[in-house]
């Protein structure tokens, strides 16, 4: 890649370059035919990366200096786009560029497109643009986001064509008959499908396409996720390899594993995780010391002893670079028999650790800090709702009576806690009410220091044996989850200051400060919210600011504008800080049965602790990359999964003869109707005007409520109301509520 590169960017950068072919450069430069062929190929891939732009033709120039962006497109549901210019994953995102419906050309969902800049002089450059926001056409498509696309087979009058699942896809894809496609038994009418595109060029006629797969009947649970692991690639089996290597480990610690590892079988320690975790990775135990000091070990299960550098494994969990978490499913990093089973810190199992012992005065700061391989057996597998109630409720025999999490849900439910004797139960208090006043203190110093709560509410969709979405619940950070994360944090601020004052080649988790511009768009949009705030460069005004958004009627929405105003985190292999968290170390230590990176920090450590030449982590920066384009690959296909659900789990609530009552707040209102945000479900939605069938609404001058004419009965932005599901369009991802 890097043979021709520099002479080439060189002469595209000279003042008197005129664009030219590669041919003709390649003849100006007098290369032979064995070269031209490694030089054409060259431009080739330079041109699909978007480094150099073809003009006129197929004459290259430098992008940025023929106003050409390259980058990403993503569309909205009305048909106008923004396109993402291209940046890698560890370096900050550019501002997006406008693209107008009418400019986006044939370009789809996730293509990699290029761009030319519109001037402002424009006489149709969008009047609502800011000064300095851009907005250009798409010229070129470099590369097709997808050969394939995943939707539901429908029926015209005289044709087939699928329907995508992507909302943001506006196009039908017209399909031959799918009796003749080959497929056994061949795609009905109604079926979940995968087609692959043919070549798109004339935007006045629809694409059309090859129906290539039957996935099952569309909104089916199992044909939704297999949608999903086909949009994101996500591999739900392992190669042969893989699983002979797995298959070869000894499914119990044997006792030549403990050589030199400190043996903690005899110390309090157990898990705090959430009802349907799948894995454990980390424990905390607990000791006391002489002198009212407490003794603190966060033991992080030791992947790093079984996952081998260079094995299949091995190259199999990099490529994956992390596990998924999809709506009722996971998709592990490593097989079963590792993440479920011998790595997993399941209850009463011998399990071996890599942990950070921390050791704390009588007054609750941090005395000194120690690493160590481990051998741990968890004395108590909890859910966050057990730790909680452990913490604040005295009455034992409410304790006892919390359920055990769903099996179907878990890897692993634990006993159920009315199986504990009371000395067990009441020890079991003592341990997790001490270890939250160490970390509520911990908690109360990170914040004062001007560490970010950016923590939101999370809407957790519980499935049913057959994989249906029947339960949502709204998870508040609570100061069970607190517990947890406060000595994780703590334990990933360690590693990450050991690694870097030790000068170990290694990985970091990286938040870079916010753009200036970013927060500034960010202040503007609260006025209309009328929250004023300083100048959010400012760390004490971001606190502020989140502390005002906790109270405020949208405070959702804004905290998740707020979110959207700051860059996104990264690994790379420098320690470059942490903005959110206000900590110059910090890596990911915690995580390694679904985490990569968190694999290569035990490497890390692991060779230091064993005081020879080992393990190295090398090609970190390309790594860094690799796992950062994993974990938004992931993210994405996560909150894909939690949509689905979120359609499925509301159609089924329309469907019901016996509404379920929701309350809701008023986010938004317009002509006809009104947003809203569901209270503890996560879910949003509109409420159109006309179905309020108890009076004639009419909008206020204001434009902010809707008022009924006989009984003055109103409905303005930021009222509290309660609304029952009217209809779902799960093909467009849309909820229409009304009021009952």
Request: hydrophobic share 40%.
């Amino acid at each position: 890649m890097k043979k021709f590169s520099e002479r080439l960017f060189a002469h595209l950068s000279r003042r008197n370059y005129v664009p030219a072919s590669a041919a003709a450069i390649a003849k100006d430069w007098r290369l032979n035919t064995k070269l031209r062929q490694a030089f054409n190929a060259e431009v080739g891939q330079l041109v699909r990366a978007g480094r150099l732009a073809m003009i006129k033709g197929d004459r290259l120039c430098i992008p940025q200096e023929a106003d050409l962006v390259t980058g990403k497109i993503n569309f909205r549901q009305k048909g106008s786009a923004m396109v993402a210019p291209e940046t890698r994953a560890t370096e900050p995102r550019k501002p997006a560029i406008y693209i107008d419906a009418a400019d986006t050309g044939t370009a789809l969902q996730g293509d990699k497109v290029v761009v030319r800049l519109r001037s402002p002089r424009e006489r149709d450059f969008p009047f609502f643009l800011k000064a300095g926001e851009q907005a250009g056409r798409v010229i070129e498509i470099l590369e097709r986001g997808a050969a394939t696309l995943t939707g539901t087979l429908q029926r015209g009058k005289t044709y087939f064509y699928v329907t995508p699942d992507d909302p943001r896809i506006p196009h039908d894809i017209i399909v031959g008959d799918p009796q003749k496609a080959g497929l056994k038994p061949p795609a009905q009418v109604g079926d979940k499908v995968v087609v692959q595109l043919n070549e798109w060029k004339e935007r006045h006629l629809n694409p059309d396409g090859t129906v290539v797969q039957r996935l099952g009947r569309a909104f089916e649970p199992r044909a939704e996720l297999a949608a999903i692991y086909h949009k994101y690639n996500l591999e739900t089996t392992f190669p042969d390899l893989v699983v002979r290597e797995a298959a070869a480990i000894l499914p119990e610690v044997q006792p030549e594993d403990l050589t030199g590892r400190r043996d903690f079988r005899d110390i309090p320690t157990f898990t705090i995780d959430p009802d349907d975790a799948k894995d454990f990775d980390d424990a905390l135990s607990l000791e006391y010391l002489d002198g009212g000091e407490i003794r603190v070990g966060v033991h992080i299960a030791d992947v790093s002893h079984y996952v081998k550098p260079g094995t299949a494994l091995d190259r199999e969990a990099q490529q994956r670079g992390n596990s998924t978490y999809l709506v009722g499913t996971v998709i592990p990093m490593l097989p079963e028999k590792l993440s479920n089973g011998l790595c997993s810190l399941v209850e009463a199992k011998d399990r071996l650790t890599k942990a950070a012992i921390f050791t704390f005065t009588r007054h609750g700061a941090v005395k000194s800090v120690e690493f160590a391989n481990t051998v741990i057996c968890s004395r108590k597998r909890l859910t966050y709702k057990q730790a909680y109630a452990l913490m604040f409720e005295d009455d034992l025999n409410k304790i006892r009576r919390l359920p055990l999490p769903a099996a179907h849900q878990t890897g692993s439910t634990g006993r159920a806690l009315n199986e504990l004797s009371h000395a067990e139960l009441t020890e079991l208090q003592k341990w997790v009410r001490q270890l939250w006043t160490i970390g509520a203190k911990i908690r109360k110093e990170r914040m004062a220091q001007g560490s970010l709560d950016l923590d939101m509410p999370e809407t957790k969709i519980f499935v049913d044996a057959e994989g249906y979405a029947d339960r949502i619940e709204k998870i508040e950070n609570d100061e069970s989850h607190q517990l947890i994360e406060e000595f994780m944090l703590l334990a990933n601020e360690a590693v990450a200051r050991h690694t870097r004052t030790n000068r170990l080649p290694s990985l970091y988790r990286v938040h870079d400060d916010p753009d200036e511009a970013r927060l500034g768009e960010l202040r503007q949009f609260l006025t209309t919210f009328n929250v004023k705030t300083g100048d959010l460069m400012n760390r004490a005004e971001v606190v502020k600011l989140l502390a005002q958004l906790k109270h405020h009627p949208q405070g959702y929405i804004l905290r998740t504008q707020l979110l959207r105003s700051m860059r996104k985190a990264c690994y790379r292999s420098t320690h470059d800080g942490h903005y959110g968290l206000n900590k110059k170390d910090y890596t990911h230590f915690t995580s390694p049965i679904r985490r990569y990176a968190d694999l290569v920090v035990h490497r890390v450590l692991g060779t230091w602790l064993a005081r020879q030449p080992g393990y190295r982590a090398v090609h970190t920066d390309q790594l860094a990359e690799h796992l950062s384009l994993t974990e938004i690959n992931s993210t994405e296909a996560e909150r894909d999964s939690v949509k689905v659900k979120l359609m499925e789990y509301f159609d089924r609530e329309a469907d019901r003869k016996k509404k379920t009552v929701f309350d809701a707040i008023i986010t938004d209102v317009r002509n006809h109707g009104f947003f809203i945000e569901l209270s503890d479900a996560g879910a949003f939605g509109m409420v159109p005007v006309s179905s309020l069938r108890d009076d004639f609404y009419v909008l206020n001058g204001a434009g902010s409520a809707f008022i009924g004419r006989k009984s003055k009965r109103k409905f303005e932005l930021g009222a509290k109301i309660k609304v029952i599901v009217l209809k779902v369009d799960r093909q467009k991802r849309l909820i229409d509520f009304t009021v009952p």
